[in-house]
């Protein structure tokens, strides 16, 4: 069974600083992807990244951050320098490539960040 | 690209009434489509998956005589809520995959409907 965890519930943070939002799957199988979406208060889900498992690059997008580390089944996303405007929930997401869970997205709990001026 | 629709954007109606979801892909054929929703500060939960001619595949625990989904074009699924009550007042949320012609990983979510059953 798929499984993805997001121990953080909720974290604040101060303008400027960064701020890391963990990550944590449990899978079988040995294809699959790996998505973050944010859900502002409007609460339409925007996607942020899409990962796969034969891809541990790094990747680094604006202030934006990931690291996937496949030994330690992790997919964190770290905010450099946070703004107000990066208050919102983000959760993260796992999709297997194979059999009947095809296509199916398994969401974590969703980590609610707040970003104060 | 790849921008999926919800109509309506919000929802209030009486107690034992019935109330229809549109989700539309508006530049893609979605041969799949996904219906969730969404309580309060939780996590969005998966209620069926549907693809287009066919019927929809509920998950374990979801009603599907309560909550019916069409899916008869590629660009569009509907979701109907039968006789609505409080319980069901919720967060909807549509995502549309367009399978085969594009990749296949990917989901376009709409921009949910909130309904409120009073």
């Known amino acids: 069974a798929q499984k993805v965890t997001q121990a953080q519930t909720e974290i604040s943070v101060v303008e400027k600083e960064d701020v890391t939002l963990d990550c944590v799957y449990e899978t079988r199988d040995t294809t699959y992807y790996l998505f973050w979406y944010k859900q502002p208060p409007s609460g339409e889900l925007v996607f942020l990244i899409r990962r796969n498992s034969f891809d541990e690059q790094n990747e680094i997008s604006g202030r934006y951050s990931w690291n996937f580390q496949k030994s330690t089944s992790s997919f964190n996303f770290t905010i450099t320098a946070s703004q107000v405007v990066d208050s919102a929930v983000y959760f993260c997401?796992?999709?297997?490539?194979?059999?009947?869970?095809?296509?199916?997205?398994?969401f974590g709990r969703g980590t609610q960040l707040t970003v104060w001026p | 690209g790849a921008v999926v629709s919800q109509h309506p954007s919000w929802v209030i109606c009486k107690s034992g009434t019935s109330v229809k979801i549109e989700c539309r892909s508006l530049?893609?054929?979605?041969?799949?489509m996904f219906w969730y929703r969404q309580f309060p500060k939780q996590s969005l939960m998966l209620m069926a998956t549907s693809n287009e001619g066919s019927k929809a595949t509920y998950e374990q625990g979801v009603e599907k005589d309560k909550f019916l989904i069409n899916h008869a074009s590629l660009t569009l699924s509907t979701l109907t809520v039968t006789s609505a009550h409080p319980e069901d007042s919720s967060f909807y949320i549509c995502?549309?995959?367009?399978?085969?012609?594009?990749?296949?990983?990917?989901?376009?979510f709409g921009p949910g409907t909130r309904l409120t059953v009073l």
């Open positions: 995502s549309a995959s367009p399978g085969l012609a594009g990749p296949r990983d990917t989901q376009y």
């Open positions: 997401a796992f999709k297997a490539d194979r059999g009947s869970t095809l296509g199916r997205l398994y």
């Open positions: 530049d893609f054929q979605a041969t799949t």
